[in-house]
C-alpha cells in the first residue's frame, strides 16, 4: 500500500496549485492511465474506420471482437487476480522473492491453456475466415496474459511502465491502422475489419512485450514452484469467488441486454448491444474521479491510521492506545468515503443533466442519451461498491465482501431481467437499482464491522497455526512435481 503514498505524500505536503496538479496528474495516471489509453486506441481505430469506409458491419464485426476479448478475458482471469495479488503480497512481505517469477510463470500458463481452450471451442465451428478467427482467439489470449502481469507490475508500484505500454501500443495501432486503410492488404474476407483487428493485436502485442521485459528485469530469480499459489485456492478461496462474482455482476446486464430486442447479431458470431453497451461505456466514464480520488485518500491518510492501529494492535500500544487508533482510522475511513461519494455525485449529476447537450451537439442518438442517464446513476453506486469491498480486504473481511460481491451480481441479473420486458425506457434500471440495493447493504455492513473492529482483530485470530491442506494444496504439489520432472527430462535432451 505503502509505494505510490511516498511519492503522493511528498507532492501533498507542498502548498503549492502546480505541485497539487501535478500529484492529482500522477494520481491519474496510475489509476485510469491504461484504461483510458485502451479507450482512446479503440474509438480512434473506430473513427478511422467511419470515416474511411460506409461497411457498418464490418466495423461492428471488429467492435464485437474487442468487446468479447475484454469482457470475457476479464470474466475468467478476476478471479485470479484477487487470489494472486494475496500472494505476491505474502511473498514480498517475508521476502520470498524467488516465488513471485515462479508464480508469474505458472499462472500465465494456466490462463493461457485455459484461454486458448475456451477460445478455441468459440471459434471453432465458426463461419468466420480462418486467419479472422486466429487474431480474434490471439487478441482474447494476449488480452488475458496482460490482465496477469498488471497484477504483478502493479503489486510492485511499477505504474508508469503500465501506463507507458498501454500508450506505446496504442500509438502503434493507430500508426497500422492508418497504413492499413491507405494500404490494404489483401484479405479475401472482411478486409476493413481484418485490417483493423490486425494493427490493434500487434498494437496488444507490443504493449505485453513491454510489460514481459519490465517484469523480468525486476525479477529474474525463481525457483521451481510454478503452481504454488494453487494452494492458496485451499485458505483464501472467497477471494477467488470475490473476483469472480463481482466481474459477473459488472457485465451481467450487458450480457443480458445482448440478447434484448437492442442486441444484434454479428456474422452469426457475435451478438451484443451497441446501443446498451456504449451507454453503460460512457457512464463508466463518469466515475474516474472517484477511482482517482480514492488512490489519494487511501495512499496519502487512511494508510497511516491503518498502519497505526495494526501496530498498536500487535503488540505495542494498551488498550487505550488501540481505541485511539480505532477511532481516528474510523473516522478517516468514514471522511474519505463521504467526501468521495459526495464529490463524484455532483459531477455525476452535473453530467447527466448536461448530457442533453452534449450527446445533441456530439450527434449521439436519443436513446444512447436516456439509457447514460440512468446507467450513470448505477455506475455512481457500483464504484462505490467496489470501494467497499476493497476497504474490507484491507481489513481481511474477505466474507463481508464475498456476501456483498454476490449481491452485486444476483440483483444486477435480476433486476435487468425484470425490466427488459418492460420496454426501451426502461432499459438500464437493471444495472441501478441491482446497485443501489447491494450499495446500501454494503455501506450497513461497513459500518457495523468497522464498529466491531477490535473484535475482528483479536477475537478472530487462530490460536495455533494449522498445517496447509485441502485438495488445493494437493493440486498445487503435484503439479509443481510433474513442471519439475519435465523440465528435467527436457534438459537432458
Do not use: H
Not at 243 to 260: A, E
Not at 384 to 411: D, G, P, T, V
Request: aromatic share 22%; proline share 2%.
Amino acid at each position: 500500500m505503502a509505494g505510490i503514498g511516498f511519492t503522493l505524500k511528498k507532492l501533498f505536503k507542498e502548498e503549492f496549485f502546480t505541485t497539487r496538479l501535478k500529484a492529482y496528474m500522477y494520481s491519474s495516471i496510475v489509476a485510469a492511465g491504461p484504461w483510458i489509453a485502451a479507450v482512446l486506441t479503440v474509438n480512434i481505430l473506430l473513427f478511422m474506420a467511419e470515416y474511411y469506409f460506409n461497411d457498418i458491419s464490418q466495423k461492428d464485426l471488429f467492435m464485437g471482437t474487442i468487446v468479447y476479448s475484454f469482457v470475457f478475458s476479464q470474466i475468467i482471469t478476476a478471479p485470479w487476480q484477487l487470489l494472486i495479488t494475496r500472494y505476491i503480497s505474502d511473498k514480498l512481505y517475508i521476502k520470498d522473492y524467488n516465488y513471485i517469477k515462479s508464480s508469474f510463470i505458472g499462472l500465465s500458463r494456466l490462463v493461457f491453456i485455459i484461454t486458448y481452450i475456451v477460445g478455441f471451442i468459440y471459434y471453432y465451428k465458426n463461419q468466420l475466415p480462418l486467419y479472422y478467427r486466429f487474431m480474434g482467439l490471439s487478441l482474447f489470449v494476449f488480452i488475458s496474459l496482460i490482465w496477469i502481469i498488471m497484477v504483478y507490475l502493479s503489486a510492485i508500484k511499477n505504474y508508469s511502465i503500465i501506463s507507458y505500454a498501454y500508450i506505446i501500443g496504442g500509438i502503434i495501432s493507430v500508426i497500422l491502422s492508418f497504413i492499413f486503410v491507405n494500404y490494404p492488404l489483401q484479405f479475401k474476407e472482411y478486409p476493413i475489419a481484418s485490417g483493423l483487428l490486425l494493427a490493434y493485436l500487434i498494437g496488444i502485442i507490443v504493449t505485453y512485450s513491454i510489460l514481459l521485459y519490465s517484469f523480468f528485469s525486476t525479477f529474474y530469480v525463481s525457483n521451481n514452484k510454478e503452481y504454488d499459489f494453487i494452494r492458496y485456492l485451499s485458505k483464501f478461496y472467497n477471494l477467488f469467488y470475490i473476483g469472480l462474482f463481482y466481474t459477473l455482476g459488472l457485465w451481467i446486464d450487458d450480457i443480458l441486454m445482448w440478447y434484448s430486442p437492442l442486441g444484434v447479431d454479428i456474422y452469426e458470431t457475435y451478438k451484443y448491444a451497441p446501443l446498451y453497451d456504449n451507454a453503460v461505456f460512457l457512464a463508466y466514464l463518469t466515475v474516474i474521479p472517484t477511482m482517482i480520488l480514492f488512490m489519494v485518500s487511501i495512499e496519502t491518510e487512511f494508510y497511516d491510521m491503518y498502519k497505526k492501529y495494526y501496530t498498536f494492535s500487535m503488540g505495542s500500544g494498551t488498550y487505550d492506545d488501540i481505541e485511539v487508533a480505532r477511532k481516528q482510522m474510523q473516522k478517516s475511513v468514514y471522511k474519505q468515503v463521504v467526501y468521495t461519494m459526495e464529490t463524484q455525485t455532483i459531477i455525476s449529476l452535473t453530467l447527466i443533466i448536461i448530457s442533453g447537450k452534449i450527446f445533441s451537439y456530439l450527434e449521439i442518438p436519443i436513446i444512447i442519451r436516456d439509457i447514460f442517464r440512468i446507467a450513470a446513476l448505477g455506475a455512481l453506486c457500483n464504484i462505490f461498491i467496489l470501494i467497499i469491498i476493497l476497504i474490507l480486504l484491507y481489513f481481511e473481511s474477505r466474507k463481508f465482501a464475498l456476501i456483498i460481491a454476490s449481491l452485486f451480481m444476483l440483483l444486477n441479473g435480476v433486476f435487468t431481467l425484470y425490466f427488459i420486458p418492460r420496454g426501451i425506457e426502461f432499459y438500464g434500471f437493471g444495472y441501478f437499482v441491482g446497485s443501489f440495493i447491494t450499495l446500501a447493504v454494503a455501506i450497513v455492513i461497513m459500518v457495523r464491522f468497522l464498529k466491531d473492529i477490535n473484535y475482528y482483530t483479536f477475537g478472530k485470530q487462530p490460536v495455533f497455526i494449522a498445517k496447509e491442506k485441502g485438495i488445493f494444496v494437493n493440486i498445487a504439489d503435484y503439479m509443481n512435481f510433474l513442471s519439475n520432472n519435465f523440465e528435467n527430462k527436457y534438459k537432458k535432451r
